[in-house]
């Protein structure tokens, strides 16, 4: 375990439904970060949150929906989504004052929509 | 926008077979460069991170170095518990957030 905690970690939806994702960690980090990876491609930064408050949406469709309630816990809900969203789902904290160190990640939610 | 570019996109070695990951990037003022490692069905690991030009850091079988314009990842006498895939990300000055290459992916047979 790295300290950054998601669930599930596994998850099929059809496109008429609503999920969840949800990802915590107790590494005393400030910022948290939503990633998408794809086969292939780059990391894609999804969202930011500072301190509890949003510091980017990265031009993400709305039917991603991400919810920062404290600084421990980030959400992103899910609802009619399309086959193409299917990918690995990454969350990621950072001390904001020492985010030279890098990011801690977790294991990732593998999300398949059909 | 920070750019970053890695070389090969997969790498195939022999154990013992020692080789060189590159990445290769644009930045707007370069606050550390980063090396993650990423096994399957896992997020990425943390490895080094770079701040200047001419630095380098070991950790086991891998080293890394830094150019002004590029990174190297070496592999020294590689094991099969080196394969993964290693991805290369910046952090520039004028941002808060990392760029990510889209990865090397390292088989290492016995």
């Known amino acids: 375990e790295t300290g950054v905690t998601q669930t599930p970690r596994h998850l099929v939806m059809g496109m008429t439904n609503k999920k969840s994702l949800k990802c915590e960690q107790h590494?005393?980090?400030?910022?948290m970060y939503w990633y998408k990876q794809s086969a292939k491609k780059p990391l894609e930064l999804m969202f930011v949150?500072?301190?509890?408050?949003?510091?980017e949406n990265n031009s993400v469709p709305s039917r991603f929906s991400p919810e920062c309630p404290n600084s421990s816990h980030l959400f992103l809900h899910l609802h009619t989504l399309q086959p193409e969203d299917s990918a690995l789902y990454l969350c990621?904290?950072?001390?904001?004052?020492?985010?030279?160190?890098?990011?801690?990640f977790g294991s990732g939610t593998r999300l398949t929509v059909v | 926008e920070d750019q970053v570019t890695q070389s090969p996109e997969a790498l195939r070695l022999q154990e013992g077979e020692s080789s060189s990951l590159n990445c290769s990037y644009t930045?707007?003022?370069?606050?550390?460069l980063f090396w993650y490692r990423q096994d399957p069905g896992k997020g990425p690991e943390f490895l080094f991170t770079?701040?200047?030009a001419g630095e380098e850091k070991e950790k086991e079988r891998l080293k890394a170095t830094l150019t002004k314009k590029e990174s190297f990842l070496h592999i020294t006498a590689p094991k099969p518990e080196d394969s993964a895939t290693y991805l290369c990300a910046v952090l520039g000055s004028n941002d808060y957030k990392l760029s990510f290459g889209a990865g090397t992916t390292v088989t290492v047979r016995a």
């Open positions: 930045v707007s003022g370069l606050r550390g």
């Open positions: 990621a904290s950072s001390q904001d004052s020492n985010r030279d160190y890098g990011y801690t």
């Open positions: 949150y500072n301190f509890k408050e949003q510091t």
């Open positions: 770079l701040y200047s």
């Open positions: 590494l005393g980090h400030n910022a």
